[in-house]
């Protein structure tokens, strides 16, 4: 069992940086692929990037490429998304999920577990 919850949402103005965290409970952590979706306001939910359980590989959707960077510490059982040069589309609400394994997927159906969302605002 793991329980998330998400941190560092805010509001920025286009161009501008946030940082996002997910902080995971439970001891096996490490053996967990880890990805962070979003909610923009009126749509579905849509897959932003993924992080196997050890870091070692990563999967961006193509509109944060190149803009966001997600990296994991098992030591303090936490998953971090670094956004830079924000956009107003990037405006939603940001979700962390686990799923038990090696693989990491890009479909929200894939995930067990997930934490409350942090609400993300790019004005422009």
């Known amino acids: 069992q793991v329980q998330l919850v998400e941190s560092g949402g805010g509001l920025v103005q286009a161009g501008g940086s946030l940082r996002l965290s997910c902080a995971a409970s439970g001891r096996t952590f490490s053996s967990y692929a880890v990805a962070w979706f979003r909610r923009p306001p009126g749509k579905e939910r849509e897959f932003v990037v993924a992080?196997?359980?050890?870091?070692?590989?990563?999967y961006y959707a193509d509109s944060v490429k190149g803009r966001f960077t997600i990296s994991r510490d098992n030591a303090k059982n936490t998953v971090s998304l670094q956004m830079n040069s924000l956009k107003p589309e990037d405006t939603a609400v940001y979700y962390c999920?686990?799923?038990?394994?090696?693989?990491?997927?890009?479909?929200?159906?894939?995930?067990?577990?997930w934490g409350q969302g942090t609400q993300v605002t790019v004005s422009s």
């Open positions: 999920a686990a799923t038990r394994g090696p693989f990491i997927r890009n479909d929200d159906g894939s995930y067990d577990y």
């Open positions: 992080i196997t359980w050890s870091g070692g590989s990563t």
